[in-house]
């Protein structure tokens, strides 16, 4: 396997160093959680935080960096372009509580 | 040779030229595994945020981080842990392995039992999937159906650590096994990366 030999050689250095910065960057989103700002905010920031804390732990831990460089984007191609599909909806459920008649469904 | 065997070993050589990317069939497997799996999470947790953003008495039930906190530190470790037994099964010791693999097992289990304690504190507060006593009841069903979908995956990878770690210790899985396995325990707790501001902080009561 590709990545054995590079597991052998890097050490748990590494590993403990994305794990302190996973544990500093969970630590920001709760501080995130207590600023007085409001809820659009707050939500973009604390995603921001989530998506860099998910890359580090994909290239990282999962050893996605390790991988051919063909199978990282075909990972990176394929789910970006997926959840970016998802978030057609966005302007619609925006209008369910601007939009009147049809707003504030209980 | 006639025309039907050079045919016949074109075939074969072209199913048999290797897996994909150079990586071994089981990684392969868990990698599309893990990117179906998170177009489940990546739905689910875009249709939360649909209904929470178009409803107006959205409930904010949490008054503390306490609780969340821990559990994000325990999954985290974990996944040190997990790591800490790969790096020991690729290097040949075989209980430290084992151990870290055990040690990461009991991580998960104590993850699992605080989430259950705080579902069963809330339950308390007369929280269900269709009502809460904060607000529109649609809280309770997203609040209930993504945790329990994430709390699903962690019990199932507790089952498969227990399994796959003592297989490994009888000689029956290699180091690959633990890696492939390792693969899926990181997803979990990259999954609650995205639950926890999500689905916890952005519902803190200030």
């Known amino acids: 396997m590709t990545t054995a030999e590079e597991h052998k050689s890097n050490g748990i250095g ?3 160093v994305v794990y302190i910065c996973l544990l500093a960057l969970a630590g920001v989103q709760f501080v995130i959680a207590y600023q007085n700002i409001d809820a659009s905010q707050m939500f973009t920031r604390m995603l921001l935080v989530a998506i860099v804390e998910a890359a580090l732990a994909m290239l990282f831990f999962m050893h996605l960096w390790s991988e051919k460089r063909a199978f990282l984007w075909f990972v990176v191609i394929f789910t970006v372009a997926v959840l970016l599909g998802l978030q057609y909806g966005w302007t619609d459920s925006t209008r369910m509580i601007t939009g009147a008649p049809y707003s504030k469904f209980q | 040779m006639s025309q039907a065997d050079l ?3 074109g075939h074969s050589a072209g199913l048999t030229v290797g897996p994909a990317f150079s990586i071994p069939t089981k990684k392969l497997a868990m990698w599309l595994f893990i990117i179906a799996d998170t177009m489940t999470f990546a739905a689910c947790l875009v249709a939360y945020g649909f209904l929470r953003n178009g409803t107006a008495n959205w409930p904010r039930p949490f008054h503390s ?3 969340v906190a821990l559990m994000t530190f325990i999954l985290l470790t974990s996944s040190l842990t997990m790591l800490i037994g790969l790096r020991s099964a690729r290097a040949g010791d075989k ?3 084992f151990r870290w693999t055990m040690i990461t097992a009991a991580l998960g289990i104590v993850f699992a039992l605080l989430h259950i304690r705080e ?4 339950i308390d507060q007369g929280m269900t999937l269709f009502k809460n006593p904060w607000g ?19 019990t199932c990878g507790v089952i498969a650590l227990l399994v796959v770690g003592v297989r490994y210790k009888g000689g029956r899985y290699k180091a690959d096994d633990i890696e492939v396995l390792g693969l899926y325990w990181h997803f979990v707790d990259l999954v609650w990366m995205f639950v926890v501001p999500l689905v916890y902080l952005l519902n803190l009561t200030h």
């Not at chain 2, 579902?119 to 809330?122: F, M």
């Not at chain 2, 009841?137 to 994430?150: E, P, R, Y």
Request: net charge negative; aromatic share 12%; glycine share 8%.
């Open chain 1, 14 to 16: 590494k590993d403990l």
């Open chain 2, 7 to 9: 045919t016949m070993e």
């Open chain 2, 65 to 67: 981080i306490t609780n």
């Open chain 2, 95 to 97: 209980a430290a392995a």
């Open chain 2, 119 to 122: 579902w069963l504190e809330l």
């Open chain 2, 136 to 154: 529109t009841g649609l809280f309770g069903a997203s609040f209930f159906s993504i945790t329990g979908l994430h709390l699903t995956h962690v």
